[in-house]
């Protein structure tokens, strides 16, 4: 896919998401990412984690599946990664987290690397992609080194626009279960008559779609 798309066709791309989910609420919560992630990978397959930090995550998914193949990439060369740039990977892989890094790089860079993260998943691969929820303000601008707000329909619309299928969308919030509960199902009107959101952060499920000319 190109990864210069003119605005007319994303207009359409993220009408699509707009159709799916008219409105942010109509996003189902989320409450723990981590079982989510057990259910989109298997055993023996190989991911790549970009944004990776300090490489927690490569243990907590080996409990589970001790045949991973786990890679990591991250900007920061205090931390060991296997890569330190998208241009070093030279490999596929069957699943690719991108975890509240899109944000942190301009509009172009964001659909670069989206292309980019395309192009190294293998037919039907899967990405999971988070991002701070721009209808809770607070989340997005509590960091200044976020560029790029992304509603959750632009978002999946960049992705369609690269090729990618949009198997879910929902909001997260983890906390407390007795806090959880209550945002749930006693403080939810509330914050959307103020259209202001208490989930922290949107998640998306996409698979590569493999077209004819691939």
Request: charged fraction near 30%; aromatic fraction near 14%; glycine fraction near 4%.
């Amino acid at each position: 896919m190109d990864e210069k798309i003119s605005w007319s066709h994303l207009f359409e791309f993220r009408n699509q998401i707009h159709r799916a989910y008219p409105e942010i609420w109509d996003l189902k919560i989320l409450r723990k990412r981590f079982p989510l992630m057990l259910k989109t990978i298997q055993d023996g397959e190989k991911i790549l984690d970009i944004g990776a930090s300090n490489r927690n995550l490569e243990e907590r998914l080996k409990r589970h599946f001790p045949r991973l193949i786990y890679k990591s990439m991250d900007i920061d060369r205090e931390q060991f990664h296997d890569f330190y740039s998208l241009g070093e990977i030279q490999e596929s892989f069957n699943a690719i987290f991108l975890f509240e890094v899109i944000e942190h790089l301009s509009l172009d860079e964001g659909v670069h690397l989206l292309k980019r993260v395309y192009d190294l998943l293998d037919q039907e691969g899967r990405l999971i992609l988070t991002t701070p929820n721009i209808f809770n303000p607070s989340r997005f601008w509590r960091d200044a080194t976020h560029q790029v707000a992304y509603c959750y329909d632009e978002l999946g619309g960049l992705l369609l626009a690269q090729g990618f299928q949009i198997k879910a969308m929902y909001r997260t919030y983890s906390d407390a279960y007795h806090r959880y509960l209550f945002r749930l199902y006693v403080m939810a009107p509330l914050h959307r008559y103020l259209g202001i959101d208490f989930a922290k952060s949107i998640l998306v499920v996409a698979e590569k779609k493999i077209t004819q000319a691939e």
